[in-house]
C-alpha cells in the first residue's frame, strides 16, 4: 500500500465561511486543526530564504517543554546555509511534499515524500529545493541530554518505505509503528515514528505516561482520547500533548489513520526545582 502525507497549502478563508472551528488548548493538551494553518499564521526564520514555515509546538513552561515542531514549505531555489542558530539542537526533518537536497558534513541527500532525516546537535547541514514546486517537510528540534559514557548518535537519511513497521502484539496488523531508531539505543533521547492504525484500529487503553507528545496527522480520521474528551482528527491535524495526559485512540473512515509522533525517552527527569533536605 502507498504512502500518503498530507501537506498544508496556507491561504485564506472567504469571509463567508464560519467561524466554529476544533482548535483547542487546555491545561493537559492542545488540537491545532489543519484550518488553523492559514497564511496569517506563518513565521519565517533566519537565514532562511523564499521559505515560511507553521510552528506548531513549542517549549511552553508548565506545559510540553521538551520539543519544538514546525512545517515548512520551501519554494523553487529557498532554502537555507545556515539553518540552526543553536548548537546544542538535534532535529529530525520528515518530508511531505516535494523535494529537498540535504547536504551533512558535505554530503548530499536528495529526499522526497517520505524521506526521514536524523541531524544531531552541533551537526553541519543545509538544505535547498533545487525543484520545480513548493517542498513541505516537518522539522522537529530538541536541546540534546548528553551522558556521560554514552556517545552522542550520528546523523542518518533513511525513507519510510524502506523501514518495515512492526506489529503491536495481539493487533493482527491493525496497529503498526514504524521505528527509525532502536528502542534500547541508549545514544537517542527522542524518538520519532509513525504511528498506523487499519480502519477499526484502537489503543485498547488509556495510555498514561511521563513522554511528551506531538501527533500530526499523515493519513486518514479517528476519534482520539485527550484527557477526558474524545477528540475528532483527520489528515493534517496536531495534537500536542504534556506529559501524563491519559491517551487513546478509534480510527475510523475507510483509510488508514497514520501520525508522525515525537516523543522524549531513554533520560532520568530532570529534577530541577527540587533539592535535598539539609544533612
Known sequence: MSNSYYAPKGGHPGQEVLH?????????????????????????????EL???????????????TF?????????????????DDEGA?????????????????EQHDLEPGGYAYLPAGCNWQLHNHG?????????????????????????VINEKDVEPIEMPGTDGGWKTT??????DMRHDMHVNIVSFEPGGVIPFEETHVMEHGLYVLEGKAVYLLNKDWVEVEAGDFMWLRAFCPQACYAGGPKRFRYLLYKDVNRHAKLNGYFAPPA
Not at 179 to 184: A, I, K, L, N, T
Request: charged fraction near 20%; glycine fraction near 10%.
Open 20 to 48: 466554529t472551528g476544533r482548535a483547542v488548548f487546555t491545561e493537559a493538551y492542545a488540537v491545532i486543526p489543519k484550518g488553523v494553518m492559514r497564511d496569517i499564521v506563518i513565521s519565517y526564520f533566519p537565514h532562511w
Open 51 to 65: 521559505t515560511r514555515g507553521w510552528v506548531i509546538a513549542r517549549p511552553l513552561s508548565g506545559f510540553a517543554e
Open 90 to 106: 538535534e532535529s529530525v526533518l520528515f518530508v511531505v511534499e516535494g523535494g529537498v537536497r540535504l547536504t551533512i558534513d558535505g
Open 179 to 184: 521505528r527509525f531508531v532502536s528502542q534500547d
Open 68 to 84: 519544538s515542531q514546525y512545517i515548512l514549505e520551501v519554494q523553487p531555489n529557498g532554502g537555507s546555509e545556515s539553518p540552526e
Open 132 to 156: 520545480t514546486v513548493n517542498a513541505n517537510f516537518h522539522w522537529i528540534r530538541k536541546r540534546y541530554q548528553a551522558v556521560k559514557g554514552i556517545d552522542k548518535p550520528e546523523a542518518f
